[in-house]
């Protein structure tokens, strides 16, 4: 039972653009949500993150958005860069980490 | 200076053997987990140590076990590899807490792709 997750298998955006990843969970008991950020043969890295009484987080070019009635999530990121294309994993804590199956990113020059 | 590694990157074997996969971490993290990713792409929890002790395992065949001889050193060993074992494992660390701490957050490292024939 997937309790993140990621409908959206793959995205694709010209460069300078504004890109928006999306995210969705099921459990309300989660108190901070993450994403992360993969490349081809490479472990996932944190990128950014965003605790539950919050709404928006920013980070230079990154930002996620927290729809807590929704249960959704955002992370935008503008002006979008050829290395920005990646695989982005959003993720949710609630003391255990679950992870959605991610979001293939290609930024196009 | 790697926080997290993990060997052997990749590996292939035979059905039916025996392999290890090892991961260190030198963050000084108290908890280190092992995640499978599969053809799916789902990224889910196996086990997870704290301080050595292990706690969370879950549903995994008892086929798997993992060995912590110290807080830095998380280690997977498999038995009896069957083909729906072919996946990446990564191993993880973080220090134990509520977050919103940055030590709390996961670490990864790159992965061990293994590839049952």
């Known amino acids: 039972d997937q309790q993140v997750k990621q409908n959206s298998p793959s995205l694709s955006v010209q460069e300078g653009r504004i890109s928006i990843l999306n995210c969705d969970y099921t459990?309300?008991?989660?108190?901070?949500f993450l994403w992360y950020k993969k490349y081809p043969a490479e472990g996932p890295t944190f990128l950014i993150s965003?605790?539950?009484?919050?709404d928006k987080n920013e980070d230079g070019r990154f930002t996620v958005f927290l729809n807590k009635s929704a249960k959704h999530l955002s992370l935008h990121i503008v002006p979008s860069q050829p290395g920005d294309s990646a695989v982005y994993f959003c993720a949710a804590s609630s003391g255990q980490f679950y992870f959605g199956t991610g979001t293939s990113l290609t930024v196009i020059p | 200076d790697t926080a997290v590694s993990q060997t052997p990157k990749y590996l292939v074997t035979q059905m039916g053997n025996d392999k290890s996969i090892k991961c260190e971490q030198n963050l000084g993290h108290d908890t280190m987990y092992w995640y499978k990713q599969d053809s799916k792409k789902f990224l889910k929890i196996m086990f997870s140590y704290n301080n050595k002790e292990l706690i969370i395992n879950e549903t995994v065949p008892n086929r798997f076990s993992p060995k912590s001889p110290d807080k830095a050193h998380l280690n997977l060993h498999i038995n009896s590899l069957e083909l729906g074992d072919s996946a990446v494992y990564f191993c993880?660390?973080?220090?134990?807490?509520?977050?919103?701490?940055?030590?709390?957050?996961?670490?990864f490292g790159a992965g061990s792709r293994l590839t049952v024939l």
């Open positions: 993880a660390s973080n220090q134990a807490g509520r977050l919103p701490s940055r030590a709390n957050v996961l670490t």
């Open positions: 459990n309300s008991m989660f108190d901070y």
């Open positions: 965003i605790s539950s009484i919050k």
